[in-house]
């Protein structure tokens, strides 16, 4: 039978509805606090998972001295880093997070080892905060091994310097310059008796950066140090701290490894890439504060870009407050856009379009200063 509408209900009935509601509450919060919750790590070599694809790791194997990280969703952060060690020789430690193998520790799902000639890209960026009160090395490490090792150190190692503050230095000497991914780069070679070590080291330090692994080791095989014979084991990020560390930060990390020919008109692992040559189109919709941008990336060039990272000048007094399709690096002055998982490649020909939304004050104005991985765009 139908209830009457006007009929009141029990005080058993509004009380076991309140514990329901309360325990649905309760079942939500306790979700959330789950999903955000962030995980420390003090152990020696203590790590965790991340996305369900990346290991964070604590790797402290220089020192005795205590160091924590504590892993986000993102990355991780280092938040407690006691000790120091003599900045002539090797550091304290290197937390990171990876994909791949290290010391038979792989990350769920990946497809390292792979070898060289079967890989055709390898897309990657990296997010880094820094700090000042300390000695120390933003690292990027590439491994190569003749084998498919996946348990321990491989014959060589690719560094790249994204930054370093303090009165340090890459293992060996330095052997020249060379242009990588559109950057520059001061080349050192050596060995640390484990292994081959080549470093590349930026001029400037570098906050942010999407870019092809590959182009590292097309380099490194072009110089000798490996072959395309040769596989890749892990991709790392990191830091190398020598003094203190405290609040060094991976803010964002992600690898790929795309198997398969590299296919017509893109370059093989000892192969020199293609040039970059690019058209950008830039469409506002104004209003008084107020600003949408939408941002059209043409490949004029002959081969495919991918990863793909566009860089420009936000003019003074802009500010951006959301974007889509494209990770920002920065939200005023100078701001990289990078493509996601879904456009971070752009064929010969072909375009890749995001947009952003910001605030300005004073004379509405364009960005200056396009350009491509590096190269100029019309």
């Known amino acids: 039978m139908r209830a009457s509408p006007h009929r009141p209900r029990t005080a058993r009935g509004l009380f076991g509805a309140l514990l329901i509601a309360l325990a649905t509450v309760a079942a939500l919060l306790t979700a959330a606090s789950t999903a955000r919750a962030d995980t420390l790590i003090c152990e020696q070599y203590g790590s965790t998972t991340i996305q369900g694809r990346y290991v964070v790791q604590n790797n402290r194997w220089g020192t005795g001295a205590t160091q924590c990280v504590t892993a986000t969703d993102t990355g991780f952060r280092v938040t407690r880093a006691d000790g120091a060690v003599p900045t002539n020789g090797a550091p304290k430690s290197y937390p990171s997070v990876f994909n791949g193998c290290h010391y038979t520790n792989c990350s769920p799902g990946t497809n390292l080892p792979a070898q060289l000639s079967g890989i055709a890209g390898a897309p990657s960026s990296i997010s880094y905060g820094y700090v000042g009160d300390a000695v120390y090395n933003a690292s990027y490490d590439i491994w190569l091994d003749p084998t498919p090792r996946t348990d321990g150190v491989s014959r060589t190692e690719i560094m790249i310097w994204f930054n370093k503050v303090g009165p340090i230095q890459p293992i060996g000497s330095p052997v020249g310059s060379a242009t990588v991914g559109g950057r520059g780069?001061?080349?050192?070679?050596?060995?640390?008796?484990?292994?081959?070590?080549?470093?590349?080291?930026?001029?400037?330090?570098?906050?942010?950066?999407?870019?092809?692994?590959?182009?590292?080791?097309?380099?490194?095989?072009?110089?000798?140090?490996?072959?395309?014979?040769?596989?890749?084991?892990?991709?790392?990020?990191?830091?190398?701290?020598?003094?203190?560390?405290?609040?060094?930060?991976?803010?964002?990390?992600?690898?790929?490894?795309?198997?398969?020919?590299?296919?017509?008109?893109?370059?093989?692992?000892?192969?020199?890439?293609?040039?970059?040559?690019?058209?950008?189109?830039?469409?506002?919709?104004?209003w008084t504060g107020g600003f949408t941008a939408d941002v059209t990336v043409t490949n004029t060039g002959t081969a495919p870009v991918g990863p793909w990272a566009l860089s420009f000048v936000l003019p003074s007094g802009q500010r951006v407050t959301q974007a889509w399709n494209a990770a920002l690096s920065a939200t005023s002055g100078s701001v990289t856009a990078t493509g996601l998982a879904h456009n971070a490649r752009i064929a010969a020909g072909a375009s890749q379009s995001f947009g952003f939304q910001g605030t300005y004050s004073g004379a509405f104005a364009a960005p200056s200063g396009f350009s491509l991985n590096g190269a100029a765009c019309t």
Not at 188 to 207: C, E, L, Q, R, Y
Not at 258 to 269: A, S, T, Y
């Open 185 to 286: 780069w001061q080349v050192w070679t050596g060995s640390n008796g484990s292994n081959d070590v080549i470093s590349f080291v930026a001029p400037s330090a570098i906050a942010g950066w999407s870019f092809d692994v590959m182009d590292f080791v097309r380099e490194t095989v072009s110089r000798g140090m490996a072959q395309n014979s040769w596989y890749l084991t892990s991709v790392q990020a990191g830091f190398e701290p020598w003094q203190n560390g405290t609040g060094l930060t991976v803010n964002s990390f992600s690898s790929a490894v795309n198997l398969g020919d590299p296919g017509p008109g893109e370059p093989g692992p000892g192969e020199p890439g293609p040039s970059t040559a690019c058209k950008v189109t830039y469409a506002t919709n104004v």
